[in-house]
Each structure stands twice: as structure tokens, then as C-alpha cells.
């Protein structure tokens, strides 16, 4: 908004120009999220205590998780707040693709609300049905991807890492896999929730190398000089992936260990749809696969305990998703969260790196 009132104005005073550069107002939206962060944030943790909006343990989890009895949740409407205001406050609201994603995150955090909302405040533990979940997040993902099939704001052919030359053309098939690529990197986050800070640290980091990937997508000399798509507009989502960095530092401030907050499925699985969306976006899902490998891993790790219990009784990991596994062989949480944050950093270093090794 700021950018459609204060830009004009650098007709009678130049110094107005600078609201035209992705660089400053990335800059300002990030530091926009951090300061609403840090001014809500106290409040709303006081507002979640006193109406009871607190996380039930489960017991069949880790022993040392029943302390956390109590926490509340729904954290993640902290950082939608101040991802979205700051991004409304600093974007150009003439750009299609910031709609897009914004669409995308706020219909996945409503899922995820709707999810909360059920287990603490309807008290049924179970939430909304796996299946109501899936659902809801497949038909949001399945209207993005066509709105950006149908307005050619999407191409379809995939590309790798490395591999400058080769291309493989999906045609119609790209939307199912847009809509896998949104929904599974959403459900991938949601289970790395599962200590105090693991999710959002690899949450900060994809979104930082999503916004370099996003203003290089929209650059076009710096796309060429890289030989990487050059999607025009594409630029402005750097923005708001600056806001998400802010808005997830902001709020580790009061969920890292021992976490005053959990972000709850609204945080979830909306930032995990979000950076699915940026990734379609700015056609770097394979390097997504990449930078939020801790995503990919817990994810898999998962998915191969239940298959290998469900076909041979025995479990592949001592507990899943892998974080717990490492927290039954004595690691303490912190432990365990800050080695998968430095993970998730390392990862987007070598994503970062495919860009050159081309
Ligand atoms: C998402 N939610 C956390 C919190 C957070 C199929 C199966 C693997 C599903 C999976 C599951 O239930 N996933 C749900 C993970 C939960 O966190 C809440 O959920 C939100 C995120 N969606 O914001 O509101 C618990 O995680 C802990 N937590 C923290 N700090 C945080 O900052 O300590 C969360 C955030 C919280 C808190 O204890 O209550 C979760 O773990 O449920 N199920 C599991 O992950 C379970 N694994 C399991 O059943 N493994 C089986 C098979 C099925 C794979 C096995 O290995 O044999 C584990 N989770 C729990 N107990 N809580 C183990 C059992």
C-alpha cells in the first residue's frame, strides 16, 4: 500500500524514489514483521493463557514432552498477522503472483485454525479428519495452480538443479504436480513441528533463499547471467518472503526452548504452503526439495515407519517423525533443534551453489 502512496510523490521529492526498489522495501516489510512481532507477541501469548487456548500432550509421546502441558498454541496467528500486514504495508498490490500466495496461506491457515479450533477449544483430540484436512488443502492448491495455468503466469516445464539445458515438459500433468509440491511441503511442515523452535528455524531459512531465488527469478539480467527462468513480476514475492524470515524470528523470540508458544496447525501449514507456492512460483520445486530437506526428511521418515510397521511390524526409527528418534537416544530437544537448524543452513548453501554449478 505504502508503495502505491509514497512512490508518486518522487516526482516533487526524489528521495521518494527509493519506494520503487524490491531491495528497500524487502528491507522495510522484514523490519515491519519483526517490530509487530515483538509488539504483539506478549500480548497475544497472555491473551492465548487466559482464554485456554493450550496444547493437550499426547502420552504416547516422548516422556519429556508432558512438561509442556499447558503451552498454548495457535501461535501461528501471530505470524500470519505480521506476515500479511507487512506484506499488504510494502507490495505492489498490483501484482498478481503476492495474491496468489497470500491466498494460499491465509486458506491453509484457516485449515489449520479450523484443526486447532477443534482439538483445544471443541476439546476432541483428533482434530477435523485427516481426509477434510486433505482435502481442503488439494482443492486451494488445485485453484491456485490453474489460476496460474490459465493466465500463463506459470510455465510447465520442470527444471534441476545443475542441469541448465535439460527441461522436462509436463503440459497438463504440471498441475497435479503443483498441487503435490504445495500440499506435500504444507503436511511435511506440520510434522516437523514437533519440538520447540524445529520447524520455524528451517521455516527462516527456506524463505531467506526463497527470497534471493524469488528477486533472481524476477531480475532479468541477473536470471540470465545465471541462466534461470526469468518469470517478470516474480520479483515482489521477495517481499513477502522477507516478512516470513522477520515474522519467524520474531516468533521464535518466544517459542524457542522452552517455548512460551507452539505456532499450532494455523502456523503449520500455512508457511508450509506458502513456501510450496514460492517454489511453483519461481519454478525451483526440485531445489525446494533441496534447501527444505529437513522438511523432505521427517516427511520420509514417516512415511517409511508406517509402511515398514504396517508390512512388517518392526519400526525403522525408534519413534517418528526422526526428531522424536533422536530425542529417545538421549539427545536433549535444544540438541536435537539446533543441529537440524544447522542442517537446514547448510542445505541452503548447496541449493544456493546449484545456481553457479550450472
Ligand atoms: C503434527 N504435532 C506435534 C503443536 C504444533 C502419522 C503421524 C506421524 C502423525 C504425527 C502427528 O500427529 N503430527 C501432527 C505434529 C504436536 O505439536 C502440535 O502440533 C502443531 C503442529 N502441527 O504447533 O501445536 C506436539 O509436538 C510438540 N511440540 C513441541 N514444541 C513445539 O514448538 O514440543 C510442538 C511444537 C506438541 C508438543 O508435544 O503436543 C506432535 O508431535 O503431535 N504423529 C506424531 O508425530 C507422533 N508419532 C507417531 O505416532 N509415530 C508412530 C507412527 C505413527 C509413525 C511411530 O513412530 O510408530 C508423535 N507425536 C506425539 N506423540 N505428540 C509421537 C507421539
Excluded at 521518494?16 to 507477541?41: E, Q
Excluded at 499426547?58 to 498477522?81: N, Y
Excluded at 505492489?92 to 500466495?101: A, Q
Aim: with cysteine; aromatic share 14%.
Amino acid at each position: 500500500m505504502l508503495y502505491h502512496l509514497l512512490y508518486p510523490l518522487h516526482e516533487s521529492f526524489n528521495a521518494f524514489n527509493v519506494f520503487k526498489y524490491i531491495t528497500f522495501r524487502t528491507f522495510a516489510a522484514g523490519l515491519t514483521a519483526l517490530l509487530l512481532s515483538f509488539v504483539f507477541g506478549p500480548a497475544f501469548i497472555r491473551f492465548l493463557k487466559v482464554k485456554q487456548f493450550e496444547q493437550a500432550i499426547r502420552t504416547d509421546g516422548p516422556a519429556s514432552h508432558l512438561v509442556k502441558q499447558g503451552t498454548p498454541t495457535m501461535g501461528g496467528i501471530l505470524i500470519l498477522f505480521c506476515l500479511i500486514v507487512a506484506t499488504l504495508l510494502w507490495v505492489d498490490l498490483k501484482n498478481p503472483y503476492v495474491w496468489i500466495v497470500l491466498g494460499v496461506t491465509l486458506t491453509y491457515g484457516l485449515i489449520g485454525f479450523w484443526d486447532d479450533y477443534t482439538k483445544i477449544i471443541l476439546k476432541n483430540s483428533k482434530g477435523i479428519s485427516a481426509k477434510t484436512k486433505l482435502f481442503c488443502q488439494i482443492m486451494f492448491a488445485t485453484l491456485a495452480a490453474l489460476w496460474m495455468y490459465q493466465n500463463q503466469a506459470i510455465s510447465t516445464d520442470l527444471t534441476f538443479p545443475f542441469l541448465k539445458n535439460f527441461v522436462l515438459p509436463l503440459g497438463y500433468f504440471y498441475i497435479p504436480f503443483a498441487v503435490l509440491v504445495i500440499v506435500g511441503t504444507s503436511n511435511a511442515v506440520n510434522l516437523t513441528d514437533g519440538l520447540d523452535g524445529l520447524a520455524i528455524g528451517p521455516v527462516i531459512t527456506v524463505a531467506g533463499t526463497f527470497l534471493l531465488l524469488c528477486y533472481i527469478a524476477g531480475h532479468a539480467k541477473i536470471a540470465q547471467y545465471l541462466q534461470v527462468a526469468f518469470i517478470p513480476g516474480t520479483g515482489e514475492l521477495a517481499i513477502f518472503c522477507g516478512a516470513i524470515v522477520t515474522a519467524g524470528l520474531g516468533f521464535l523470540w518466544f517459542s524457542s526452548y522452552p517455548a512460551a508458544i507452539f505456532m499450532g496447525d494455523v502456523g503449520s501449514l500455512a508457511l508450509g504452503g506458502a513456501l510450496g507456492t514460492l517454489a511453483i512460483m519461481v519454478k525451483q520445486e526440485i531445489l525446494l526439495m533441496i534447501v527444505g530437506g529437513i522438511f523432505v526428511a521427517e516427511a520420509v521418515s514417516v512415511i517409511s515407519q508406517v509402511i515398514s510397521y504396517k508390512l512388517t511390524k518392526k519400526r525403522i526409527f525408534k519413534m517418528a517423525p526422526v526428531h522424536h528418534h533422536f530425542e529417545l537416544l538421549g539427545w536433549p530437544e535444544p540438541k536435537v533443534v539446533v543441529r537440524f537448524w544447522i542442517i537446514s543452513i547448510v542445505l541452503a548453501l548447496i541449493a544456493l551453489s546449484t545456481l553457479k554449478l550450472r
